[in-house]
């Protein structure tokens, strides 16, 4: 089985796993990371902290 992740995340992964980590065989062009939500959920309490909680973990996962 294979799978294609982001360098940094799949060494996170790694410290659960059992993995290898190979390079990917081919040139992929690069992509920027988002995150959509209705506009209904704006000003929304335990939206906010979700997308908050999921803003700090990319950045701990990153090092950003």
Do not use: C
């Not at 929304?44 to 090092?63: E, Q, S, V």
């Amino acid at each position: 089985m294979r799978n294609y992740l982001p360098y940094r995340i799949a060494e996170q992964f790694k410290k659960f796993a059992p993995l290898e980590i190979f390079p990917v065989p081919i040139e992929l062009p690069s992509y920027q990371l988002v995150m959509i939500w209705h506009p209904l959920h704006d000003k929304d309490p335990a939206h906010l902290w979700l997308r908050d909680k999921i803003i700090a973990i990319g950045r701990n996962i990153t090092g950003l």
